[in-house]
């Protein structure tokens, strides 16, 4: 028995839509929700400079390996432009 063109492209019409919503899932997260594998965790809690809690808003930057939070990006910014290598350590000390 042979199959009608129709109905053959009606079949794969039917597995196309179907393996669409089998990779659907709504609650999965996005690549972009987690940090790729190797990537440092915050070393500190506190900002070394403002003193406040860090916050994700605060971004970070990398100092003698660790990964250094920031409670808002204009401590961030000091810290890269205002902060020489030694001040940078002193105050990371502080808050670790």
């Known amino acids: 028995m ?3 063109p ?3 492209l009606a079949a794969a019409f ?3 839509v179907a393996g669409s919503l089998a990779g659907c899932h709504g609650d999965a997260p ?3 929700e ?3 594998a ?6 500190n809690e506190t900002c070394p400079i403002g003193g406040h809690a860090v916050t994700e808003e605060g971004g970070y930057a990398i100092h003698d390996g660790q990964k250094v939070g920031f409670c808002c990006d204009q ?7 205002d ?3 030694a001040e940078r350590s002193e105050a990371l000390a502080e808050v670790l």
């Open 38 to 43: 190797g990537v440092l965790a915050v070393a």
């Open 2 to 4: 042979h199959s009608s």
């Open 83 to 85: 902060m020489t290598e």
């Open 14 to 16: 039917a597995a196309l």
């Open 34 to 36: 987690t940090e790729p």
């Open 75 to 81: 401590c961030r910014v000091i810290w890269v432009e």
């Open 6 to 8: 129709a109905r053959a």
């Open 30 to 32: 996005l690549a972009t």
